[in-house]
């Protein structure tokens, strides 16, 4: 017998801490890295890794595979592009803890973001943990119990405070989510019913999030005119509870906000040196993506959007309006783009995903330079149509434009990035580093070589460049072609 399961033998190993790339073999043994340097020994199976970079997979922070992970299982939008971990239930989006009111939650637009629900089989939150496990997904996935959710299952759509009985109930509920191993609890207060949150709900909310060490995940209140003060408010509540603080998709959003990132990355630096943790991700594009009914007020599309920078990505029913902008839309229609958009959502029953092309390159350089920068996805999962690229392109476009291209950051960077600084941000236990005894999650990548292929037009493409994914030991890439295995471990946070 063989001492080894696996052994990758002449990569330059990039081990995730940010450290210098050396030459070395890995071996792997009952899914663990078992050594890693010059190895003199043999293995059920080789893998000749010369000429290629052997990294830790990457861990995706921002992504909505909630419900993928039970309706595509293999994940193989993200598993290959070397994301070996999907951390999801972000933007206060989730499909636990279920009832009539999340039922209609779905029904109501969400499932445009997070996909249909065949069955809701669950209605606590550890009951749809036990879902996803029961559906052996190959990548590893962990949790955050998202606020929205919690909010419309306890108390509907009131736009209002809850009462003490509603607000006792929403903390039970994400007790029972950190106790079954959540990482911590994620808003959307640009979003319905996120937006309804008073501060003050936040904090009472994050006290229990901190008496079971958890991360507070925020997609902040406003990413344009008042990014600095929805920065400041996520920092009041790491500040006044004790728990670290991630802001989400950081981003300067439309053309009068761009360059405010330089101010609220100070303000992030200010807080840090406070000894506040605050962190953050981003993904690599200078447009968004999200639900076009987030991006109307009464039905008619916000007087800051304009409409030709707004693309259809996905609907229900007519597809002839994915890829289209919104003012296309209206000409195909026949009608002024403010009667266009309410028939849209209307016709789609809201279940409309849009691509809004509103960033500047500098504050997309600038935010993922910043040290404390992760990378998320922030992939939307559409069955059809046509989803923003990042869903398939976004860790090899980093390390194809940012790492290679431009060098705004080196390969070692740019992977930590990718591994570490998630895994130790996250308390993910023995990930994001390759190590004696970590888990081995590893990608094979040629840095030379490494392209992400989907485009705004032809999104659903996978890269090249990247030769072979591992999960716990199992390949579930090889020569660049997704294995789906039920090789995914469900991940709790460290101390559960
Ligand atoms: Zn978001």
Redesign the pocket.
Known sequence: MSPFDLLIRGGSLIDGTGAPARAGDVAVKDGKVAMVGNIDGTADREIDASGSSVAPGFIDV?CHDDVALLNTPSLDFKTAQGVTTVICG??GLGAAPANEHVHEFFARGIEGVLGPVPHFSWQTIGEFYEAVRAAKPTPNAAFLVPHGTLRVSTMGWEHRAPTDAELGKMKEHLAEGMAAGALGLST?LTYVPGAFAKTEELIELNHVVAEHGGIYVS?IRNEGPGLLDSVREAIRIGEETGTPVQI??HKASGRDNWGLTKHSLAVIDEARERGVEVTMDAYPYTAAS?ALAALTRNGRLIRAMDPHDVMVASVKHQHEYEGKRLDEIADMMDLPVEDAVPKLLNDEEQAVVAVMFIMEEGDVRRVLQHPQCMIGS?GIPSPTGKPHPRLYGTFPRVLERYVREEGIFSLEEGVRKMTSLPAKTFMLADRGEIREGAWADLVIFDPAKIVETSTYEEPRQHPTGISHVIVNGQVVVENGKVRPAPSGQFLLRADT
């Open positions: 921002h972000n933007c959307g997609h989400s998709h999200t922030d």
